[in-house]
């Protein structure tokens, strides 16, 4: 019994446990290795940490509080502090001792009365976390950002984005930044009779507008969108809620449990001119993609690669794993989408190693890249977990090399200085050791992925499997 036990505790289940320990003030890590003197900023990454609101646990991957972790490098030091997002919804839940909410994939809680009270989603702050006119925000997609202070990772508290989000509104989690302007983009769904995508642009200074209303003609799930120098593109895959979706408005099923994959829609792709919010509308065969990787202009032609399965298995795969059960999902691939000026819409698979959690070299943002980074399975895993770089002239990957109890996932370009090609970064990532029973950072040359890690410092506890991070400068933070 004890050896069964013990081969569950190394492997991938590790990173689904709660962690409520909170490091408040900035503990120093030991570092392994030679971290790259260059490297003077805040890692931030971000992810869901309470799974378990006092012993209920959520059904979905995507549902716990979100935590937010800072590793600031400094002079070959780090310091680490790691709290949660004081969202209202915590609050609340904290105060009454129990959960109340629900989540994409779980209902609200207690019965029927209770569910249908508390059937407006709260936001649990979980999904990504971006730094841009001096604030830190905790991204969640059907919410407002909290803003945290970027030093202390306290909560500020909830921002209207220049009161252009009502309570009801919600602003997605995948904000792109335009390097040219440094305007940062972002798009809300706004579900209902007439479901349609809010465009927002937010200035340099920080003062956010909404750009334009795109009305859709059905509620897909939108996760992500890419952005051109010229152009907002959505990618609307055929998984959307019902007409009326009954059941979750009454809070008998979650907003995941609502989605209907119907592949016989197709994949209907929407163009927004960023200056006169003109539309075009394209349409492909059906996918599922939950990140684009960068897009620009050919011309009049519109570039977007994207992480794309062929169906909905891995809708599965985020309520099995919660659940501790192994399951094996379609895989990701990367996916070039050419939407042509003639209404054509060209689409080819970019590499054969699977990727998700794409990034690209922040030089490359809005135009064309050489390479994309993300995560690939390692050998024999079930889950994403291994740093990979493909080089897109060839379809090439190269790929971290990892032990099977070791687990990485999405990883942050940092630019190298003086930077002239996509390969120059420094590659950030949290890595779960779970042999050890421990988060590593690792820090790894993009130039080649496939060496050991040019530096790896542990962090004091496992950090739950998150989703997003960004790394800031130290010359941009306060
Ligand atoms: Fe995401």
Not at 36 to 42: A, I, K
Not at 419 to 431: I, K, P
């Amino acid at each position: 019994m004890l050896v069964e036990d013990r081969r569950t505790e190394a492997d991938w289940r590790l990173g689904f446990r709660s962690l409520e320990a909170e490091i408040g003030d900035g503990v120093e890590l030991a570092v392994e290795g030679t971290l790259p003197s260059e490297l003077d900023g805040t890692l931030y990454r971000i992810g869901p940490a309470r799974h378990d609101v006092y012993g209920d646990r959520y059904r979905h991957w995507f549902d716990g509080d979100g935590m937010v972790h800072a590793v600031r490098f400094s002079g070959g030091r780090v310091e680490y502090r790691n709290r949660f997002v004081a969202t209202d919804k915590k609050r609340e839940e904290d105060a009454a001792g129990r959960r109340i909410y629900g989540g994409f994939g779980t209902r609200p809680a207690g019965g029927p009365v209770a569910r249908v009270r508390n059937v407006l989603p709260k936001s649990a702050a979980n999904t990504n976390i971006v730094f841009h006119a001096g604030k830190l925000l905790a991204l969640w997609e059907a919410g407002r950002p909290w803003r945290l202070d970027p030093v202390t990772l306290e909560t500020v508290g909830e921002d209207d984005m220049s009161g252009v989000l009502g309570v009801r509104k919600a602003i997605s989690a995948h904000p792109k930044l335009d390097r040219a302007t440094g305007a940062m983009w972002n798009f809300g769904v706004d579900y209902g009779p007439r479901t349609a995508i809010s465009l927002y642009r937010t200035s340099a200074e920080g003062e956010t507008v909404l750009v334009t209303k795109v009305p859709l003609d059905f509620a897909p799930m939108v996760h992500d969108f890419a952005l051109t120098p010229t152009k907002a593109v959505f990618v609307l895959h055929p998984i959307s809620l019902p007409r009326v979706p009954v059941a979750l408005m009454t809070g008998r099923q979650s907003f995941g449990d609502s989605l209907r994959w119907e592949p016989e829609r197709g994949t209907v792709i929407v163009s927004v001119d960023r200056a006169t919010g003109e539309r075009r509308s394209y349409k492909t065969g059906p996918f599922l993609t939950f990140h684009t990787a960068n897009a620009w202009d050919e011309g009049d032609d519109v570039v977007v690669d994207l992480c794309a399965t062929e169906d909905d298995s891995v809708m599965k795969l985020f309520y099995e794993v919660m659940a501790g059960r192994d399951f094996v999902a379609s895989h990701p691939y990367l996916t070039r989408l050419t939407l042509r000026s003639d209404g054509r819409v060209e689409q080819r698979r970019l590499s054969d190693t699977p990727i998700e959690f794409p990034r690209v070299a922040g030089r490359a943002l809005c135009r064309p890249h050489t390479r994309i980074y993300g995560a690939t399975f390692n050998d024999g895993a079930r889950f994403l977990g291994t740093p990979a770089a493909v080089d897109l002239a060839n379809g090439s990957s190269s790929v971290a090399t990892m032990k099977a109890h070791q687990i990485a996932g999405e990883p942050v370009p940092v630019t190298k200085a003086g930077a002239s090609s996509d390969d120059e970064v420094w590659l950030l990532t949290l890595v779960l050791d779970a042999r050890a029973g421990r988060t590593e950072v690792w820090v790894l040359d993009g130039a080649d992925v496939a060496a050991p890690p040019v530096a790896v410092v542990p962090l004091p506890h496992v950090v739950p499997f998150g989703f997003h991070g960004n790394w800031v400068k130290a010359s941009a933070l306060p």
